[in-house]
């Protein structure tokens, strides 16, 4: 039987990731740094884990230079490669402290997105969104506006009720929404601010989620996707690409048992196989061959506590693009880009996303000032993404569209100053509380220093 999750992973199998290490050139530093997908590489001065947070204090008081804090790797943009110090957090993890009658859960900023939801399962809580992927640092997903699905729901930052700051002066800083001048900078920092080392969420009592998917003709799904992003606590779709198809998740709360049995590995290496076979087609001849073969999907349901719905494990390598454009445009923005991609060609096979999120007031989250429509466009980590992004981006510019800060995007401080109204208002924050910029990169420079002073 085919599912919606035997295709996202055979797209991917499909180009199986061919990212071999190169060998050290004469006189590299050993032990480079790559990010998640293998694309991004820095030969840091050194790495530092501290297990405490009067053990990050004192190594910030004791030492100058440039650190860039680094959780899973998993941002594709280079918000992380430095010659300076990487500060890795990983022993800064774990649940501190919970509040069983405000529902609210305290972490490590080191800790897996992945261990969040059985940590606040064993507490009785359970947690109001998470993004798709689980391998992320919470830290990163914070600091990117990292989100999930939902018109009633912020991204994870927008669910942050209280974190713990060290400065580049060494410094623990708690910060609350009472603190209105830092806090909604804060909540989404780029690590530019500092390094966080805790977060408090708020949570929910635990609970269980139903997810059935099925493909439908994409256009239908357009039709009425603002009834069903309204329907649903969860609803987006997965366009494919060269084809008039789209896969469909909507999910929603039950009282059911768990059902949710694991994909059998022998049928998913088979559709891969499938995938991989029709990738010898020229994509202009596609359509007819996917269009059959989302014919063939049968749609399912499952059962499962909340977290184990909302994130997945994805160990297939791939690069990725996001923009989250004004949700009125949002459509018009999609079919755009699904046009674009078949007039030109392009030789993709991994479905898009489409979904919403809930508006907030958070200076640099994509979603300030209103709800969004994200879209998202991925290419296998075995192969150049550049065809695929450069056609698509100047797109969601056309749309208004801001880029996911974890995702490649090209663009500085002039565009991003225009998108967003407290931009310049961050820019100065961060030069008062980094004044010798530590915690910046070539790429944070790119973004956040006005080219006519710098």
Request: proline share 6%; aromatic share 8%; charged share 25%.
């Amino acid at each position: 039987m085919i599912t919606r999750r035997r295709w996202l992973a055979g797209a991917a199998l499909a180009g199986l990731y061919a990212g071999t290490p190169r060998a050290l050139a004469a006189g590299e530093a050993a032990l480079p740094w790559r990010n998640w997908s293998g694309g991004l590489v820095a030969h840091p001065a050194g790495r530092v884990a501290p297990a405490t947070e009067d053990e990050l204090v004192a190594w910030l008081r004791a030492n100058a230079g440039t650190v860039r804090a680094v959780g899973a790797g998993h941002s594709f943009s280079p918000l992380v490669p430095t010659d300076g110090h990487l500060l890795i957090l990983d022993k800064l993890s774990g649940l501190i402290d919970h509040d069983a009658d405000g529902l609210r859960a305290t972490f490590g900023a080191g800790t897996r997105l992945s261990d969040i939801g059985p940590a606040l399962e064993a507490v009785g809580q359970g947690p109001l969104i998470l993004p798709d992927i689980d391998r992320q640092t919470l830290a990163g997903a914070i600091s990117t506006a990292t989100h999930g699905t939902g018109l009633t729901l912020h991204s994870l930052s927008g669910n942050v009720r209280s974190l713990r700051l060290a400065t580049a002066a060494g410094e623990l800083i708690d910060l609350t929404p009472a603190d209105a001048e830092l806090f909604p900078a804060a909540c989404v920092s780029l690590g530019a601010l500092g390094i966080l080392t805790r977060i408090e969420l708020q949570n929910r009592s635990a609970y269980r989620l139903r997810a059935r998917n099925c493909a439908q003709r994409t256009e239908e799904v357009l039709e009425v996707f603002e009834a069903s992003a309204e329907r649903h606590r969860h609803f987006e779709m997965f366009p494919l690409t060269h084809s008039d198809y789209a896969l469909v998740l909507a999910i929603d709360e039950t009282e059911d048992p768990i059902d949710n049995p694991p994909p059998s590995p022998e049928e998913a290496a088979a559709f891969a196989q499938a995938m991989a076979s029709w990738l010898e087609v020229p994509p202009g001849e596609r359509r007819p061959l996917i269009n059959g073969l989302a014919e063939q999907i049968e749609p399912t349901e499952v059962v499962d506590v909340s977290y184990r719905i909302l994130s997945n494990v994805r160990n297939d390598r791939f690069n990725e693009m996001e923009y989250a454009v004004p949700r009125e445009v949002g459509a018009a923005c999609l079919r755009e880009i699904l046009d674009t991609i078949a007039r030109e060609r392009i030789d993709v096979v991994f479905p898009l996303e489409y979904r919403y999120v809930r508006g907030d007031d958070l200076w640099l989250s994509m979603d300030e000032g209103g709800d969004r429509a994200a879209i998202s466009v991925h290419r296998s980590a075995a192969f150049d993404y550049r065809p695929l992004f450069d056609v698509v981006e100047p797109i969601f510019w056309k749309y208004g569209g801001r880029p996911h800060w974890g995702k490649v995007h090209s663009l500085g401080y002039r565009e991003l100053k225009a998108l967003y109204p407290r931009f310049a208002d961050f820019c100065a924050l961060r030069a008062e509380f980094d004044p010798e910029g530590r915690f910046l990169n070539d790429h944070l420079r790119h973004l956040f220093l006005d080219p006519e002073v710098a």
